[in-house]
């Protein structure tokens, strides 16, 4: 048995762990508890500075050294004050996993701890419903523009994979699921579509995440990634750089 602490941007996120991951990776033995970042006393969710989520990250790698601690945050709206952002190697016009990768090292070395784990979303927890968007059609009202809404979601992914829609504030998953869906309520309908699609079909759509889930499947083996049903070449290639 392997415990993992999950720090997580807010309640929509810690739903989707609780409803999806946890039932599924307690049956292989990792038990996982979703924790949302306190931002400030007395209120928790969002990351409004780095400095507010390091000493958070580093009492939970202390508190119980026999565990695993990640995270589940957004690339998308990230600080300035988060490590790498200043850095002059800052893959700027990068891809979103590259971006994540290069943020996500800066991140483990800022840490400094053998049981910290990092991950962040490409770009942000909606990219992960572009896997399957027809799960959208149920939950949007039955109007004369519905399946005008529901094709410019689908025409989205017939150009691009989920983690590629890119981070721009008008055009980032979140807004583009919103200006077709407006009753979208995202810790309500978030979590309930991502267990509709399922996790196989959002790993298999989603490289960055699965790559991390491959991850943490081996935590309880010691592993290093090999063995994972999903995880392509590619992606275990990117898990040894």
Known sequence: MSRLYLLVEGHTE????????SPHYARLGLYMTPIIAQTSPGHKGGLLRYAKLRPQLERLCKQDSGAWVSTLFDLYG????????????????????QKAAFLEWHMAQDIGRRNF???LMVYEYEALLFSKPECFAEWMEDTPHKAKALNALLGVRRH????????SPETSPSKRIKAAMPGYQKAF?????????GLEAIRRECPHFNAWLCKLETLKEG???????????????????
């Open 14 to 21: 810690e739903a989707f762990v609780k409803r999806l991951l």
């Open 78 to 97: 990230l600080p300035a004050d988060f490590p790498g952002k200043s850095e002059p190697a800052w893959p700027q016009q990068g891809s979103g996993h």
């Open 117 to 119: 784990l990092p991950h």
């Open 160 to 167: 691009c994979s989920p983690e590629e829609i890119n981070d």
């Open 189 to 197: 309908h978030g979590p309930l579509i991502a267990c509709e699609i």
């Open 223 to 241: 592993g290093g990634g090999e063995g994972c049903p999903l995880a392509t070449t590619d992606s275990r290639n990117r898990q040894q750089k």
